[in-house]
């Protein structure tokens, strides 16, 4: 346990026997065996503090075997005034939203959710921009939830747990709400449906600053928020005002995803920036924001979201579906941090 002081959680700032992170530890004749019990499934250095274990007990006089198994248990968040707002079966819940329509919000926000179940991490997905759900498209999901107990089953596609909206009206139903009505469903959507379970509720928002953040922000307690903008001026002039709403509310901003980032024509190593560049460097210049990550323009992606299988199962190596990944592991290792503090 001496030697393992000298391994570091980076972004906790603690050595892991401080933190508590060593488990079950075993010693046999020449052979140590432990498990490093991790804050999320998806900590991107979760390799390195291996190696580190490794190496710092394999130091010492008579260790001739060295075995570390690597696990995890998600934080959960905690509002400061008690429990209210607290989602049963949730542990985090984090908001995906967008200044503006067009920058690919949802596709971000499902390939994202399908990025921590495949590290780990049980996750579910809500569906709340009721005027225009393309979660179920996305994820290949259709039929009726079934209701047991008076709580809404939620779908089951991917590993994840899935409600949307479009999965309680036709296909060519639109929803004319008011506020009053929007904010009622966000409320069901969020406390009535049973969620079991979960590390993680990613919330799919409508783009712009109107009810549905408003009714989130005020009936639940948000983790924190990631938004989506492409590289444009126009799109960055929306993020700022995105940022200021969910500042107003104390709703901390995870980072900021930059989708549509470049295009790569077939056959050629070039990156042309369709839609510009910087924006989101000027985001987090200008805000202190992170930069979560860029995402590529690739055919695979809007093939995926047509076709239920996201990029980054459909297509693992692509090289969106590798900054998806990337991504999806530096919006767990945040959180990590924000619940740790």
């Known amino acids: 346990m001496s030697a393992l002081r000298a391994v570091r959680d980076p972004d906790l700032g603690q050595d892991i026997v401080a933190l508590g992170f060593v488990k079950n530890l075993r010693i046999c004749d020449g052979t140590v065996?432990?498990?490093?019990?991790?804050?999320?499934?998806?900590?991107?250095?979760?390799?390195?503090?291996?190696?580190?274990?490794?190496?710092?007990?394999?130091?010492?006089?008579?260790?001739r075997e060295v075995r570390v198994d690597m696990s995890a248990r998600v934080t959960a968040s905690r509002p400061v005034l008690g429990d209210k707002g607290t989602i049963p079966g949730v542990k985090n819940?984090?908001?995906?939203?967008?200044?503006?329509?067009?920058?690919?919000?949802?596709?971000?926000?499902?390939?994202?959710?399908?990025?921590?179940?495949?590290s780990g991490a049980r996750i579910g997905i809500l569906d709340a921009d009721v005027y225009g759900p393309n979660v179920p498209m996305m994820l290949g999901v259709r039929g009726q939830p079934e209701v047991h107990d008076k709580k809404i089953q939620p779908f089951q596609q991917h590993g994840l747990q899935v409600m949307s909206m479009a999965l309680l009206v036709?296909?060519?139903?639109?929803?004319?709400?008011?506020?009053?009505?929007?904010?009622?469903?966000?409320?069901?959507?969020?406390?009535?449906?049973?969620?079991?379970?979960?590390?993680?509720?990613?919330?799919?928002?409508?783009?712009?600053?109107?009810d549905a953040q408003l009714s989130l922000s005020q009936q639940?307690?948000?983790?924190?928020?990631?938004?989506?903008?492409?590289?444009?001026?126009?799109?960055?002039?929306?993020?700022k005002k995105a940022i200021r709403m969910f500042q107003t509310v104390n709703v901390p901003i995870l980072g900021v995803v930059e989708n549509m980032a470049w295009f790569?024509?077939?056959?050629?190593?070039?990156?042309?920036?369709?839609?510009?560049?910087?924006?989101g460097a000027r985001i987090e210049r200008e805000f202190g924001v992170p930069l979560l990550g860029q995402v590529p323009i690739e055919m695979p992606v809007r093939e995926g979201g047509d076709s239920g299988r996201p990029v980054v199962i459909a297509a693992p190596d692509n090289p969106a579906a590798v900054a998806f990944r990337a991504i999806a592991g530096k919006v767990a290792q945040r959180i990590s941090i924000l619940n740790a503090e």
């Open 170 to 210: 036709a296909e060519d139903q639109p929803v004319i709400w008011r506020g009053p009505m929007l904010h009622s469903a966000v409320r069901q959507f969020l406390f009535d449906v049973a969620w079991t379970d979960l590390d993680y509720l990613i919330v799919d928002l409508p783009p712009g600053t109107g």
């Open 33 to 63: 065996a432990f498990t490093i019990e991790l804050t999320t499934p998806a900590c991107p250095v979760k390799d390195q503090m291996k190696g580190e274990a490794e190496r710092a007990v394999r130091a010492l006089q008579g260790a």
């Open 93 to 118: 819940v984090v908001a995906v939203s967008s200044g503006k329509g067009g920058v690919g919000k949802t596709t971000v926000a499902v390939n994202l959710a399908c990025a921590l179940q495949q």
């Open 220 to 239: 639940a307690h948000l983790m924190g928020s990631v938004i989506v903008t492409t590289p444009q001026d126009v799109s960055v002039l929306d993020v």
């Open 264 to 279: 790569t024509p077939p056959g050629s190593s070039e990156r042309i920036p369709l839609f510009g560049q910087g924006g």
